[in-house]
């Protein structure tokens, strides 16, 4: 436990550290490798974020991704269930604001939100990865939580989206830790 708290903490000083040009690059890069993976080819339904603390940016999926009319769900916290996550449908009308962990965010509306099943692919933030797909979060569970089904049910796809900076040999698992399929940086895929 505190081994994953000082992980995190030094992943996290680290993606804070790049530059606003290698971000560009890295955001610029996460959409080149997402666009040769059939299972982002194949989803209509997405989850991505709105970049936070140097967090790799998805906007240019999004583009991307709505382009191709394929609709894109954010990740949206419940003020009332603290521990749970919905997916709220995200256009570019969507009007955000900040949550109380100051990222941006739609305002709740439950009928814009589908229950996490129907995702067809989850492009996760994260602070750490490993090469075995293990991922490490900010450390509030919701993720893990959220997709707890996935040892049953084989959709959606989970996929991390990192900088390469965020790579680590070995990420120290928990039980409860939801493994991706796989992981996209700026510079490849794995
Ligand atoms: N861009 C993005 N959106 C996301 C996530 C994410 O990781 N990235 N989340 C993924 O789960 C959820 C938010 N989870 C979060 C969990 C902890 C902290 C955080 O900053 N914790 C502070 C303490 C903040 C406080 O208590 O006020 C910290 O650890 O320093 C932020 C977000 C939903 N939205
Ligand atoms: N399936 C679950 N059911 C109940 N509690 C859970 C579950 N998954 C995780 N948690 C709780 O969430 C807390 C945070 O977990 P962890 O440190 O793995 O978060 P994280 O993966 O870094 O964060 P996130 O998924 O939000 O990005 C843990 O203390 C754990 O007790």
Redo the contacts with the bound molecule.
């Keep these: 436990m505190r081994d994953?708290k000082a992980i995190?903490s030094e992943l996290r000083q680290r993606r804070r550290a790049l530059s606003q040009d290698q971000q560009k690059q890295a955001a610029a890069g996460v959409l080149e490798q997402i666009k040769r993976r059939p299972e982002y080819q194949r989803s209509q339904k997405l989850a991505v974020y709105l970049a936070n603390d140097g967090e790799i940016s998805p906007e240019n999926i999004v583009s991307h991704a709505w382009n191709e009319g394929k609709s894109c769900y954010l990740p949206v916290l419940d003020e009332h269930d603290k521990s749970k996550l919905h997916f709220q449908l995200y256009t570019p009308d969507t009007i955000l604001l900040p949550n109380r962990f100051n990222i941006p965010e739609p305002v709740l509306d439950l009928s814009l939100c589908i229950p996490a099943t129907d995702l067809d692919l989850v492009l996760m933030?994260?602070t750490g990865f490993d090469e075995s797909g293990q991922?490490?979060?900010?450390?509030?569970?919701?993720?893990?939580?959220a997709f707890?089904f996935i040892k049953t049910v084989n959709k959606p796809v989970l996929i991390g989206l990192a900088h390469e900076c965020q790579k680590v040999d070995s990420i120290p698992v928990?039980d409860?830790?939801v493994p991706m399929s796989g992981v996209i940086t700026g510079e490849k895929a794995y």
Excluded at 135 to 145: S, T
Aim: avoid cysteine.
């Design positions: 994953r995190r933030p994260l991922r490490l979060g900010m450390g509030g569970g919701f993720y893990d939580r707890a928990e409860w830790d």
